[in-house]
């Protein structure tokens, strides 16, 4: 049993100014197995006032002192491997080899890639007579969600760091654990008091307080939209920098070809990784219409073989994050069968022996219209809607009729047609034929998906304000 009841303020474990406590779930067991302390708006005062002192002096340090930090983080951080691993699927339910392969690995990958943009980024400008000078904004507010952890805080601290940044970091309360072990990460790296502070909490009690607090400079969330629109309007009273990674419901067209058929199978393992809990999920398929019966049978064997059950097994999917989550992703799918859509595989209630813990079968839906349900809203589940269409205009038109815009997939054996496909696609970032993992390729959303862009070195101009001095060179060297 886990217990975190202290916050991480100017570089020391401090007591809550007011001890609240919230239990964690381990959503495989449906069992309490650990315990927060959760923050209100007098611990955000203090975190704030703490980050806006270590603004003063960290905002002008050397390139070569943020870099070193960064190199101690990254060292740290490999110490803890196993440690964050074992948080993460208690925490949220993702099987051990996942934790293991990818949800570690990104928060170690995004720090070091910070490193190496840090070594060569342009601050300075020089533009004749005026100097084009990038400063560090501030003092920035973190709020990160529960579905990759990891990936969210380092995406977030790493450039925030890199830059001149100090910081508050609100992880989610509801797996907690991985941002507590990160804070630990940040002091056995000497990360100079103040620089980052961490504390606990909800969205009404710290989420709130952070995002409308006046010497919070910059706010940075990951989550749903819903609650994206909250936090801008929190912020807004105070202008601040409103950086937000949204929702989304994203295409994968699939082309009449040679490749169908590795193309459907793919887009089924995608939308099932981490129990479909991403928000890039390709859970739109776009198929021929004509091809619909194919696309159905080799869809149907895809998820025939994907494994659900005790996440520190050798199962491929664990279960899904809490018991709210659950219920709603049980409520979209009974929406798709009442709206009339054809469930391949998959359904309602749990898998087959599993009795305990969040777990869904891998669902697949077929012959579903744009206007569904489950073609609109995001479902953060295991859950695919494969959609017809007659001509590739016509699924790039579907594929675009969404209020979101942060991924889109296009899969053909012909790269010329699928790039072009790709260029037509309204989304922050467009997987051709599975290409991903770039920690370099900006990651955000247009619409509402969210604004501004993370990962590489997109990431480190959120972090920035540009000053132009003017007159800056010699009057001569002007002329």
Not at 52 to 69: G, H, I, Y
Not at 273 to 296: D, F, H, W, Y
Not at 406 to 415: C, K, M, T
Not at 420 to 441: T, W
Request: hydrophobic fraction near 40%.
């Amino acid at each position: 049993m886990r217990e975190y009841l202290k916050f991480y303020i100017d570089g020391q474990w401090v007591d809550p100014v007011e001890l609240k406590t919230l239990d964690v779930v381990n959503p495989a067991t449906e069992e309490v197995c650990g315990k927060i302390a959760i923050g209100s708006a007098a611990d955000v005062d203090k975190a704030v006032k703490a980050a806006r002192k270590a603004f003063e002096t960290w905002s002008q340090t050397s390139r070569e002192e943020r870099l070193d930090v960064l190199n101690r983080i990254v060292a740290e951080y490999q110490k803890r491997f196993g440690d964050l691993a074992t948080a993460v699927t208690e925490e949220m339910g993702a099987p051990a080899s996942l934790a293991q392969r990818a949800q570690v690995p990104i928060g170690m990958g995004h720090l070091a890639t910070a490193a190496a943009i840090l070594k060569d980024f342009k601050f300075e400008e020089d533009r004749g007579a005026t100097m084009i000078v990038k400063e560090p904004i501030g003092v920035c507010g973190f709020i990160t969600p529960w579905n990759w952890p990891l990936n969210q805080i380092a995406c977030k601290v790493a450039p925030a760091i890199a830059t001149g940044c100090t910081m508050v970091l609100k992880p989610s309360e509801v797996a907690p654990f991985t941002g507590h072990i990160f804070a630990e990460i940040m002091h056995a790296a000497g990360v100079p008091a103040g620089v980052f502070n961490l504390v606990h909490g909800d969205g009404p009690g710290v989420g709130v307080a952070l995002s409308s607090h006046p010497e919070v400079d910059m706010v940075s969330f990951t989550g749903s939209t819903r609650a994206g629109i909250e936090v801008a309007k929190n912020a807004a009273p105070t202008v601040k920098r409103v950086h937000q990674e949204l929702g989304g419901k994203s295409p994968n067209i699939i082309l009449d070809d040679e490749a169908f058929a590795k193309g459907v199978a793919g887009g089924v393992r995608n939308v099932m990784t981490n129990s479909g809990q991403s928000c890039n999920a390709p859970t739109r398929m776009l198929v021929p219409s004509k091809r619909m019966g194919e696309a159905i049978e080799v869809a149907k064997e895809a998820a025939s073989q994907i494994t659900v059950g005790d996440p520190n097994g050798n199962s491929m999917l664990g279960p899904v994050v809490s018991e709210t989550q659950w219920n709603k992703i049980q409520g979209l799918i009974q929406k798709g069968i009442d709206e009339g859509a054809t469930l391949v595989v998959g359904g309602p209630g749990r898998p087959e022996g599993l009795e305990k813990g969040y777990y869904v079968k891998p669902t697949v839906f077929a012959n579903v219209t744009n206007d569904m349900t489950i073609a609109k809203e995001e479902i953060f589940g295991p859950v695919l809607s494969i959609l017809g269409y007659e001509t590739l205009d016509e699924a790039i038109k579907v594929g675009n009729d969404t209020e979101y815009g942060l991924a889109a997939y296009v899969n053909a054996a012909d790269i010329a047609k699928a790039r072009e496909v790709a260029s037509k696609l309204r989304a922050g970032q467009v997987s051709i034929n599975g290409g991903g993992g770039d920690l370099m390729a900006p990651f955000g959303g247009y619409k509402m998906s969210g604004n501004g862009r993370e990962w590489g070195d997109y990431a480190f101009h959120e972090f920035l304000e540009t000053k132009a001095m003017l007159g800056y060179a010699p009057k001569q060297a002007a002329e």
